[in-house]
């Protein structure tokens, strides 16, 4: 995370050195408008000798102010510029590292904490370079050429003197950001926990309301959000605290100006005049002095923030190598797995146990089982969504490890279970937002997957936009869209995880006579929990418990009367139905 830092502030290297320059410029000019009515109030002692003296003067001062504003609007433009670019350069940089990371570290990491990570700890990071780079040049120049002015042009001693308020607001603030720091931390952990909620109970709504659990659900948002506010306004107490003390050092700088300054104008020491000069010059104090505590709020924000998202960087990323000569090749779909065991990361159970399967060019395999067999599990190594062991699972000969990851599902198109579309349209939703392919090529996609005509009938037809996670649509022309990926998509390895569960029977039966014209020459896998999805199949494999328990062409299994021919009974046989005479 620091080195992504780093680099997107080099990317805006110039622009900040000129933000700088400009505001070193603002704060210079600004220690002249004290001076010039320093100089005014002086010269009013002798209104008609000095009347065009000060006449100047106010012009001056007037050109003076013209040119503040000027170089102002400048540097607030860099300023923007800067702090807007850095908050989507370094977004993009984490969503490039989520899309990277391995699905069992995704999994781990909950919806409501990713939103977190991206709104309110990117905008703290952002928040913080603002300030830093904007306030803490601001303080510098106003503490180095404030003081320099004022020791120069008015006095030294009570320069000195005046200072002594602000260094014990400092010692004072170092001891108040420690409870700052830890309310803040509190507060972070209880925003996520409310964002966590409130993503679960959108994504949950339609249970919600078919159970009638708006009123327990509105019951629990309001106690995490009054959580929420209790932290926050433990957070604004102590932030208050800081500023509070700051502004009683403030007052104190004035106080002291007023009393002592006064005692040298009567001594003779300095002018009235220059008096008001070093008035004015501690006004220019109030903005640093108020910042100083939300510099130090905001930098410690930020550091729990960084360390928030530091751990999204240290988690591992798939390993992809684009520059491997075996990115220009394509896969043939032979496909052997030998002796393959596996377990979920963080537990015992063995969700494959000795798996052993040879799937040849051109044929099409049927994988039928219970739920938790492991059927989308061996799925999920094929494509490496998880990590597998060398030598398990070889694809043309060449273990799946040594072969490049965008190879590897460039060349499988695996339809799964869940259907997922964005809130995009169809023809996105078709395609996954790659423009490759024609419109044609989309429309007889979708011919295919028998989802045409249904498109025809919505109203902005291929360019229709569908709801979140296609909440607009049925789940049976989800599944069909989804399937139309893989009319799509010319990929030698066609996997099917229960693709077909929210269709019809008559509708099922088409597709897979489409998928089976589809899969000529290809190598294809259906898994299914249905024997008239799979039994049209080269091979039918059983898994049970992670084993495999049988294996064969659908007349075999028939006949072996195993689990295989339990389920051919049991989906074949259909209840009569029964009326009260």
Not at 184 to 197: L, N, P, R, V
Not at 267 to 292: A, C, H, K, M
Not at 334 to 350: A, F, M, R
């Amino acid at each position: 995370m620091k080195k992504v830092i780093i680099d997107t502030l080099k990317k805006y290297k110039w622009r900040i050195l000129l933000q700088i320059i400009f505001i070193g410029i603002n704060i210079y000019l600004l220690t002249y408008p004290p001076k010039i009515i320093g100089e005014i109030i002086d010269m009013l002692y002798d209104l008609d000798l000095n009347k065009q003296k000060i006449i100047n003067s106010t012009y001056y001062l007037i050109g003076i102010c013209i040119i503040l504003l000027v170089v102002r609007i400048i540097w607030k433009y860099f300023e923007t510029n800067i702090s807007r670019g850095f908050e989507r350069d370094v977004k993009i940089n984490i969503f490039k590292r989520f899309v990277k990371l391995k699905l069992k570290d995704i999994q781990n990491i909950k919806n409501g904490e990713i939103m977190s990570y991206f709104v309110k700890d990117v905008n703290e990071l952002r928040s913080t370079v603002y300030r830093i780079l904007s306030h803490g040049a601001r303080i510098f120049f106003t503490f180095f050429i404030a003081i320099l002015q004022m020791t120069t042009n008015v006095n030294l001693y009570l320069t000195i003197t005046v200072m002594i308020p602000i260094i014990i607001g400092g010692f004072a603030v170092v001891k108040i950001k420690k409870y700052v720091e830890k309310s803040f931390k509190k507060a972070q952990e209880k925003f996520t926990e409310m964002s966590e909620y409130i993503q679960e109970s959108t994504d949950s709504i339609r249970t919600t309301k078919a159970y009638s659990c708006e009123g327990e659900q509105l019951k629990e948002f309001i106690r995490k959000n009054k959580r929420v506010m209790q932290t926050d306004n433990t957070v604004d107490i102590f932030s208050a605290l800081l500023k509070l003390c700051l502004n009683i050092s403030f007052g104190s700088c004035y106080a002291i100006s007023l009393l002592y300054g006064s005692k040298l104008v009567l001594d003779g020491i300095i002018s009235v005049g220059e008096l008001v000069t070093f008035n004015g010059y501690i006004v220019l104090f109030v903005g640093p002095i108020t910042w100083l505590p939300q510099l130090i709020s905001r930098f410690k924000r930020a550091q729990i923030s960084y360390r928030r998202l530091e751990k999204i960087y240290e988690l591992e990323t798939e390993k992809i190598n684009t520059k491997d000569n075996f990115v220009k090749d394509k896969l043939q779909g032979n496909i052997l797995i030998k002796d393959l065991t596996y377990s979920y990361p963080g537990t015992i159970d063995k969700v494959l146990d000795n798996i052993n399967l040879e799937i040849k060019k051109g044929e099409t395999i049927g994988i039928i089982g219970t739920i938790g067999s492991g059927k989308t599990t061996l799925m999920n190594l094929l494509i490496r969504l998880y990590s597998v062991q060398d030598g398990k699972i070889l694809i043309d000969g060449k273990d799946i490890n040594k072969i490049p990851i965008e190879v590897l599902r460039d060349n499988i198109c695996y339809i799964t279970q869940d259907n997922f579309l964005f809130s995009s349209t169809l023809k996105n939703n078709i395609s996954l937002f790659k423009e490759d392919y024609k419109e044609d090529e989309i429309n007889d996609s979708t011919k295919k997957a028998i989802v045409y005509e249904d498109i025809q009938r919505m109203p902005n037809k291929i360019d229709t936009i569908v709801g979140e996670r296609g909440g607009d649509l049925s789940g049976g022309q989800k599944q069909r869209l989804a399937i139309s990926r893989a009319f799509l998509k010319n990929s030698r390895i066609l996997v099917f995880d229960d693709t077909f569960s929210a269709l019809d029977n008559r509708t099922s039966e088409k597709l897979i006579e489409n998928i089976r014209y589809l899969s000529n020459g290809k190598t294809c896998i259906i898994i299914s929990n249905k024997v008239s999805d799979v039994k049209y199949s080269d091979k039918i494999i059983v898994l049970s418990n992670g084993n495999i328990v049988e294996k064969g062409t659908h007349e075999e299994l028939i006949n072996n009367n195993g689990i295989y021919s339990e389920f051919y009974e049991q989906q074949s046989t259909k209840a009569e139905p029964s009326f009260l005479a």
